[in-house]
């Protein structure tokens, strides 16, 4: 019977799935011109001068005509409302502008910045996330046990321990003082990258990729421990103990689906805190991905490149949490048979 009424549900689940992705795009449409605003009016009361930041240290060498001719090829000396429906104009038929900075579509440098930021972060999610929900359940099962208390004590440290301290921790301990690992940088200084190894590149993306693992551990570990304890003690896990089940073996049959929901759903949604480490970690290591660009297009006034990393960076987390509710109604029947009402 309970066979019968899954095989009923999943046609009725596969229907409505386009149905909630139109919501989701809507939403998403919705959220990016509301982004787009906020963002827009924080550049522009923003101290930063753009032509300034711009000429940078040629600044005493550029007279009042050359500034205003920069401010006019970049659209700077229009109104600020002008200024926004003409970008937002050009968003709507695909063109995110020209990068002040690179001097390339922002497009073009968002996509190559992200491919070397996909291989940091990729990596530290995977770790992140093996480890954390494996030191949670660990800690639960040994609830009490000195095993419990010193993951306890490693994650209440980590969640307290900034992201740039610890890249700065791991650069002077294995860079400068072991040597282990280079001091910066995605590939060897000077090489060309087309002569750039598959393992000089990983080498140089350890200590980063280090950095953002252990700092997205302790949420994982400490919320799967909770959740998996509080699975431990309902009546089905004591009928469950009852009959013989103990130790792994209890939590492979009876608890694994109960704490892999929350942990799913809090790995898809950490992909904020990600990108947010991935923007420190690459400025402690230079690592030349979308994060440092970020630094750079806000430092020096790039108004295009940032808004397009902003709403680059948006869609990044929207699809973190799309993909968590996917997840979720895929691992859970309950929730699909709750989409049908």
Not at 62 to 71: C, F, H, L, N, Y
Not at 244 to 268: S, W
Request: with cysteine.
């Amino acid at each position: 019977m309970e066979a019968l009424r899954e095989s009923r549900q999943q046609p009725a689940a596969r229907a409505d799935l386009p149905l909630l992705l139109l919501r989701q795009a809507a939403k998403l449409v919705l959220l990016l011109l509301t982004v787009s605003v906020i963002s827009f009016a924080l550049v522009e009361i923003s101290p930063v001068d753009p032509v300034q930041a711009y000429i940078g240290a040629d600044l005493m060498r550029v007279g009042s005509e050359q500034r205003e001719a920069i401010a006019a090829h970049w659209g700077l000396d229009r109104p600020p409302a002008e200024r926004f429906a003409k970008w937002l104009t050009s968003l709507a038929s695909g063109d995110l502008g020209e990068s002040m900075i690179y001097r390339q579509p922002v497009a073009e440098v968002i996509a190559e910045r992200f491919r070397s930021s996909a291989a940091l972060m990729g990596t530290a999610w995977l770790f992140s996330g093996a480890l954390g929900f494996s030191a949670g359940v660990l800690a639960a099962m040994r609830r009490g046990t000195w095993t419990d208390r010193f993951i306890r004590w490693f994650c209440y440290t980590l969640a307290a321990t900034p992201a740039f301290w610890l890249g700065l921790l791991l650069l002077l301990l294995f860079a400068v003082r072991l040597g282990w690992f280079p001091v910066g940088l995605s590939v060897p200084a000077g090489v060309p990258a087309s002569e750039v190894t598959l393992a000089e590149r990983i080498h140089h993306m350890i200590l980063p990729a280090l950095t953002l693992s252990i700092v997205g551990i302790a949420p994982i570990a400490l919320h799967t421990r909770e959740k998996l304890l509080e699975v431990l003690g309902t009546d089905y896990i004591l009928f469950a103990r009852a009959r013989g089940d103990h130790g792994f073996r209890l939590f492979f049959r009876h608890g694994l689906r109960n704490v892999a929901l929350p942990a799913v759903t809090l790995l898809f949604a950490s992909f904020s805190e990600l990108f947010g480490g991935a923007v420190l970690a690459e400025q402690v290591f230079s690592y030349p991905g979308l994060g440092q660009a970020t630094v750079e297009a806000g430092l020096r006034g790039d108004v295009p490149l940032l808004l397009g990393i902003v709403l680059f960076s948006t869609v990044f987390v929207f699809s973190g949490n799309l993909l968590a509710e996917l997840a979720y109604r895929g691992i859970d029947p309950r929730l699909r048979e709750g989409g049908e009402g």
